[in-house]
């Protein structure tokens, strides 16, 4: 009998242990998302867009575009500059507008 509920009390705690870990990081996860979701809504009510993912992929895309024409510019190439600085605007101005 002894034996029996030394393992059940051992059970108990490591179960005890295991719901406290889970629920911890359940805890956490829903605060990441939310500050995740609060941020995404945050960033496009600031710029005028709608908030979904679409929005964010060119709105990325946009300014990725213009960091490639920055390096074009530095590069010295500035006819590819100018092209590609004329398409970064003009995604990011149908995106904002």
Same mark, same amino acid.
């Given at each position: !009998?002894?034996? *029996?509920?030394?393992? *059940? %009390?051992? #059970? ?5 242990? +295991?719901?406290?870990?889970? *629920? $911890?990081?359940? &805890?956490?996860?829903? !605060? /990441?998302?939310? $500050? #995740?979701?609060?941020? +995404?809504? &945050?960033?496009? %009510?600031?710029? &005028? !867009? ?15 575009? @213009?960091?490639? $024409? /920055? %390096? $074009?510019? @530095? %590069?010295?190439?500035?006819?590819? &500059? ?6 970064? @605007? ?5 995106? +904002? #507008?």
């Amino acid at each position: !009998m002894g034996t *029996e509920s030394f393992f *059940e %009390r051992l #059970g108990e705690v490591l179960g005890n242990f +295991i719901r406290v870990l889970v *629920e $911890a990081l359940t &805890g956490f996860f829903r !605060m /990441i998302g939310q $500050a #995740g979701a609060n941020f +995404i809504d &945050g960033l496009s %009510r600031s710029l &005028g !867009m709608d908030p979904n993912w679409i929005s964010i992929l060119v709105l990325i895309l946009g300014l990725l575009l @213009l960091f490639s $024409a /920055i %390096r $074009a510019f @530095l %590069r010295g190439s500035i006819v590819w &500059g100018l092209i590609v600085l004329l398409l970064a @605007l003009w995604v990011l101005s149908l995106l +904002i #507008g």
